[in-house]
């Protein structure tokens, strides 16, 4: 598998991971690392990485594909 094919589970994943880690970052509660350690684990431990190419190279792509898109739009 290449290192910018992921599977759609793999990707809705890294995205769970994004926001586990801003509702960390808004409430530095133990249940919110908690949650966000529990998805990290979950993310880390995925069948993908197992046929990764390069690991390193296809987390930095996941990262990257599953970013939440935050740049705005122009004012018309």
Avoid: C, I
């Amino acid at each position: 598998m290449s290192d910018t094919d992921f599977p759609a589970d793999l990707l809705e994943l890294q995205q769970r991971w994004y926001t586990a880690e801003a509702d960390w970052a808004a409430d530095p509660s133990e249940q919110t690392r908690a949650a966000f350690a529990a998805v990290g684990a979950e993310l880390y431990a995925h069948p993908y990485w197992a046929s990764a190419e390069n690991r390193h190279k296809a987390a930095m792509n996941l990262k990257q594909a599953a970013r939440p898109n935050t740049a705005q739009e122009p004012a018309a």
